[in-house]
């Protein structure tokens, strides 16, 4: 069984940063690509970020030049600098893993970790 837990959110003022963490637990063959999403109220999930194994990412327009993700193994980090009110929203990760009966791989999800922002 495959886990994902996510840490690093919370309460930050507008401009502050925030470093959110996500890791994988769990048996399995591989992690492919990683990356967050995240739900504020009253709207739908929206694709924060994303990261392949070797790296490309890819970003939404709205936080393109704010924050960054990255990963090693099977973790993936978003550090999250300059932070806005209409940043504030539930972030979950999410980790495309394949097993080693099926080689197939799919998309697991942790199960959100609350930021906010707000002076």
């Known amino acids: 069984q495959v886990d994902l837990v996510e840490s690093g959110g919370g309460v930050v003022q507008p401009g502050g940063s925030l470093r959110l963490s996500c890791v994988v637990s769990?048996?399995?063959?591989?992690?492919?690509?990683m990356g967050w999403y995240r739900q504020a109220p009253g709207s739908e999930r929206e694709a924060v970020a994303g990261?392949?194994?070797?790296?490309r990412t890819n970003y939404v327009g709205s936080v393109k030049g704010r924050f960054t993700i990255s990963r090693d193994d099977a973790a993936v980090y978003l550090q999250m600098n300059n932070l806005k009110p209409e940043d504030t929203a539930v972030y979950y990760c999410?980790?495309?893993?394949?097993?080693?009966?099926?080689?197939?791989?799919?998309?697991?999800w942790g199960r959100g970790t609350q930021v906010t922002v707000s002076s």
């Open positions: 999410y980790a495309d893993i394949s097993d080693s009966i099926t080689y197939v791989p799919n998309r697991h």
């Open positions: 769990g048996t399995f063959f591989s992690v492919t690509t």
């Open positions: 990261i392949t194994t070797d790296d």
